[in-house]
């Protein structure tokens, strides 16, 4: 397992999470029932056959929300709904009013909900817990913060905020593919997203070319500023980075997986526990330089 976004959140790193196991079991996913669209609670990020519903490795935590989602697709409940209301109409010689729409399109709903089919989800997150930091696994921040609610609600209290950034994200960006010295470690990629800075400006995405070179340039000069930035860290792991801080495309290269292969493959826990430990290594490392670049503001009072 290789996260492949990191929506970003931090909170105080003198929280409390000696009772973490417990707390998550609690709030363990419950099957969805007859009648809800959707639940949510916690699984063993290793698998329905591995109890613990959390894996630490030194300052890491890994810990898996889960849920099941029933699929109930509008068009089917739309098509029963206007067969329901032209029958109406036939019989009594009236269209339905709007109150009797309502009523019984929610008749439908409950009717075809303990038929849907479900469907299984789950999201993963790291808690680093040395810098105050959850890294959920996904490019949507209104998926993270429902992740966030769930270990929220396993905690009682889980005071997390989106990452801030005390200088401009977009500065930053625009100035390193302008020639601005990089951190130590990290080298351009080959993508980026430039935008003119009106709200109705043009946006320009750009793939597979070389950052520093005389188109990128001429773009830059007219105005245009960067809101999304490929990198390498090492040659160890490549990403982009937004405005908004979220971490997108994240992938280890051959750099960090090549001690993959020390591994016995035949061990799945084995392998999953030294892929994470991996993962959470050179996530410390990338949030290192990330938070001097950016200087990202703690949560500690």
Same mark, same amino acid.
Do not use: Y
């Given at each position: 397992?290789? *996260?492949?976004? &990191?929506?970003?959140?931090?909170?105080?790193?003198?929280l409390?999470?000696?009772?973490? =196991?417990?707390q998550?079991?609690?709030c363990a &996913?419950?099957p !969805?029932?007859a009648?809800?669209?959707s639940?949510?609670g916690?699984?063993p990020?290793?698998?329905?056959?591995?109890?613990?519903f959390?894996?630490? %490795?030194?300052?890491?935590?890994?810990l898996? !929300?889960g849920g099941e989602?029933?699929?109930?697709?509008? @068009?089917?409940?739309?098509?029963?709904?206007?067969?329901?209301?032209a029958?109406?109409e036939?019989?009594e010689?009236?269209?339905?009013?709007?109150?009797t729409? /309502?009523?019984? /399109?929610?008749d439908?709903v409950?009717?075809?909900?303990?038929?849907?089919?479900v469907?299984?989800v789950?999201t993963d997150a790291?808690?680093?817990?040395?810098?105050?930091?959850?890294?959920?696994?996904?490019?949507?921040?209104k998926?993270?913060?429902?992740?966030?609610?769930?270990?929220?609600? @396993?905690?009682?209290?889980? #005071?997390a905020?989106p990452l801030?950034?005390?200088?401009?994200?977009?500065?930053?960006?625009?100035?390193?593919?302008?020639?601005? #010295?990089? #951190?130590?470690?990290l080298?351009l990629?080959d993508? %980026?997203?430039?935008?003119?800075p009106t709200?109705?400006g043009?946006?320009?995405?750009?793939?597979?070319m070389?950052?520093s070179?005389?188109e990128?340039a001429?773009?830059l000069?007219?105005? /245009?500023?960067?809101?999304?930035?490929?990198?390498?860290?090492?040659?160890?792991?490549?990403?982009?980075?937004? =405005?908004?801080l979220?971490?997108?495309k *994240?992938k280890l290269l051959d750099?960090a997986?090549?001690q993959?292969?020390?591994?016995?493959d035949?061990d799945?826990?084995?392998?999953?526990?030294?892929?994470f430990?991996?993962m959470?290594?050179? *996530?410390k490392?990338?949030?290192t330089v990330?938070?001097?670049?950016f200087?990202?503001?703690k949560?500690? @009072?």
């Amino acid at each position: 397992m290789f *996260f492949r976004n &990191l929506t970003l959140f931090r909170f105080p790193t003198s929280l409390d999470l000696s009772d973490l =196991e417990t707390q998550l079991t609690e709030c363990a &996913l419950k099957p !969805v029932g007859a009648l809800e669209l959707s639940s949510r609670g916690f699984i063993p990020p290793m698998g329905q056959h591995h109890a613990a519903f959390q894996h630490a %490795c030194d300052d890491a935590l890994w810990l898996t !929300v889960g849920g099941e989602d029933k699929l109930l697709p509008g @068009a089917v409940v739309n098509d029963l709904l206007q067969k329901k209301l032209a029958a109406i109409e036939e019989k009594e010689g009236r269209k339905p009013g709007g109150r009797t729409r /309502k009523r019984i /399109k929610d008749d439908l709903v409950t009717e075809l909900l303990p038929r849907a089919f479900v469907r299984p989800v789950r999201t993963d997150a790291l808690i680093d817990t040395a810098f105050g930091v959850i890294a959920v696994d996904t490019s949507s921040r209104k998926s993270a913060e429902g992740t966030v609610s769930e270990v929220r609600r @396993a905690l009682g209290s889980f #005071p997390a905020l989106p990452l801030n950034a005390e200088v401009a994200p977009r500065a930053i960006l625009t100035g390193w593919i302008a020639g601005d #010295p990089l #951190p130590d470690g990290l080298a351009l990629g080959d993508e %980026c997203e430039l935008r003119d800075p009106t709200d109705t400006g043009a946006v320009v995405k750009i793939q597979r070319m070389d950052l520093s070179g005389d188109e990128i340039a001429k773009h830059l000069e007219s105005g /245009k500023q960067a809101t999304r930035l490929a990198l390498t860290l090492d040659d160890h792991v490549s990403f982009v980075i937004g =405005e908004d801080l979220i971490v997108r495309k *994240f992938k280890l290269l051959d750099g960090a997986v090549d001690q993959l292969e020390a591994g016995n493959d035949d061990d799945i826990v084995a392998e999953l526990e030294t892929r994470f430990a991996l993962m959470a290594g050179e *996530f410390k490392r990338l949030f290192t330089v990330l938070e001097t670049a950016f200087k990202l503001s703690k949560a500690d @009072a």
